[in-house]
Each structure stands twice: as C-alpha cells, then as structure tokens.
C-alpha cells in the first residue's frame, strides 16, 4: 500500500468514526479499529498531512481530528458504493407509494418516507408544469356556455380551468378540438406548444377559431406559470436530534426551512442524477454547516422533472443517506411512470 492510499484509507477511517461518535479521532483509535497495519506514529504522520492539505483540523490542543468541509467532500467523491437499503425497507418504500392515490399524496408520502429512513430533514420538489409534458387534455361542457379543461401532465399533475363564453358552444365542436389537442399537443412541452396550436388553427374552420385561441391560451398559461414552484418539507424535528452539531445554534437553519425560496434554490440544481452540497457550497444564509443530498425523479419517457433530497448537519452518514435518497427517488419515478 503506498502512502496516498493509505492517507485516504485514514481520512475515510476519520470521517466514519467522526460520523459515528461525534468523538474526534486520535491515530491510536484508527490503527485500534481499522486494522492498517502500521504504527500509530505512521498515522500521525499521514493526519499531519491530511491537516495540512485542509482535509482533517484538530479542534483543540491535544485532541484528535475531525473532517472539514474539504474532508468530507474528499471522502464523497471517493465513494464508490452507496449503502443499499434492506430488503425490508425496499419492500415497505415500495407498499407506501403503490397505494399513494394522486400526486400530491405520493410526494407526501416520499417525503415522510425520506424523512424517517434517513432521521433528516426531506424535501421534495413538485414538478414544474414548465418544464413537463402534456399527457392528456380533457374538454367537458359545462352548459352553453362554459367549458371546463381537464390538464394532465406527464408527471402526473392534473389542473383545471373553466372558461366562458358568450355564444353558445356544441357538444360536437369541443369534442373535435379535443381529439384535435390530444392529437397535436400531447407530449409537448411549453417550448413546443405554440407549433401544436399552429398546425390546429391551419385546418380549423373559422366558428372553432376563438374557441381554439381560448382554450390555447389557458394550455399555455397553466404550464408557464410560476406560481406552481413549491416543495413540501417533512423531517424537520429531526433537527433537534442534531443541536450540538451547529457551531451557534440551529435556529438559522430553522428559518431557512421556513422559505420556500431557499429551499427550491438547494434544489434547483439542474443536471441528473445524484448531487451532494457540502457547507459553504450551500450558499443560502444559515446552511454553511448543513449538507444537502438530492438526487432527480423521473417523468414520463424517464424525462426528469423535479428533485427531492434532505437537509441535515455535515457529520451525516453520507453512504447510508445517498443510498436512501437514491432509492426513494427511483421509486417515485417508478410510481409516476406507472400512472402513465
């Protein structure tokens, strides 16, 4: 073994026994536990080191070291495999959501799954209808006069709208433009919408002309709106377990649980797959001693859509709460791609 790789073997020996004592750790305790192999005087040797990288700090004369930041993610970075659930736990995830009845209960469900695998705080991030997909649209009349439109989103949203009219509308002319949307439009996202709309109008004949500009316009408006960017939270108890890890208190990061804002900003991380911030890499105010795993959920077609992930302090179990995070993300794609 050469002493690069026996300096990182030390830093992931630090950072796993750090995680589980909050104890700093001394070279004795690493050699006692970790079976090296060398002396403790070579360990030393190899956290002099790590400490002058910026990897480990001593916080008090003659203790042992703890992780920094730079540490931890060091130590991320060289994770090669996740900690896996157990069986039982992938059978209950998988119970749990199969009998979640629309989206909001599956997210709701997700979150406090997340919540109590991991003892963090979960959040999770509703699919924007800016950036989904329609799956169907659904016209009904409603009198003469009004026309209630149905949205279903790819993943699984669904949104409705009435419109009225002034002159009467007949049962056969929704019914044609409905067929007509469902023909042209699903699949599309907002970006595509317009040229669907467009190919519609062009064989339309002119007593569908406003009826179709209406109903367009309500389409566009629902999937473009800002309004609909909002998470759910759950966990946040568990907070309370972790006090000590906060150098001040944990009433910042309390607040910052309070924004929405904040919240969609550690999740708006736009790449797929799994993401781990570590500290000051938060930049939202009150999160520099926190870390955040999250990690994207799919849509139809295994299009991401959203992400969800949780909040707690830097001395987490980062194996155990990537592969939790992980695996509650693909069930929750699994579920919204089984409603499809």
Avoid: W
Wanted: hydrophobic content about 45%; glycine content about 6%; some cysteine.
């Amino acid at each position: 073994m050469s002493a690069a790789e026996r300096r990182k073997i030390v830093l992931e020996a630090i950072v796993q026994d750090y995680v589980a004592t909050r104890e700093p750790v001394g070279s004795k305790a690493v050699v006692e536990r970790h079976n090296l192999g060398v002396s403790p005087a070579t360990v030393r040797n190899d956290m002099a080191q790590l400490e002058d990288a910026g990897l480990i700090t001593q916080p008090h004369t003659s203790a042992g070291r703890i992780p920094t930041d730079a540490g931890y993610r060091e130590f991320v970075d060289s994770i090669a495999q996740m900690k896996p659930l157990t069986p039982a736990q992938r059978a209950a995830i998988e119970n749990i959501l199969n009998e979640a009845v629309d989206l909001d209960d599956v997210l709701d469900r997700s979150v406090r799954l997340l919540a109590h695998l991991t003892n963090q705080v979960a959040v999770v991030q509703y699919p924007s209808l800016r950036r989904t997909a329609l799956r169907h649209v659904e016209l009904v009349l409603r009198g003469d006069h009004h026309v209630l439109i149905i949205i279903i989103t790819d993943a699984g949203r669904v949104e409705q709208r009435t419109i009225r009219f002034e002159r009467k509308i007949l049962d056969a002319q929704i019914e044609r433009l409905g067929n007509e949307i469902n023909r042209h439009c699903i699949g599309k996202d907002l970006a595509e919408l317009a040229a669907g709309f467009d190919s519609i109008a062009a064989k339309l004949p002119l007593e569908l002309t406003e009826l179709h500009t209406r109903i367009a316009q309500v389409l566009t408006e629902t999937l473009s709106t800002d309004a609909e960017e909002r998470v759910v939270v759950a966990g946040t108890a568990n907070l309370t377990r972790y006090d000590v890890d906060f150098v001040s208190s944990i009433s910042p990061v309390l607040d910052a649980l309070e924004e929405q804002v904040v919240l969609l900003r550690l999740l708006a991380y736009r790449e797929e797959g799994l993401r781990v911030s570590i500290g000051k890499e938060n930049a939202a105010a009150g999160l520099g001693e926190t870390s955040v795993v999250s990690a994207t959920y799919d849509g139809a077609a295994s299009s991401p859509v959203a992400r969800l992930g949780v909040l707690g302090p830097t001395r987490m179990d980062y194996p155990a709460t990537m592969g939790s995070v992980y695996a509650v993300a693909k069930y929750l794609s699994l579920v919204l791609g089984n409603t499809q």
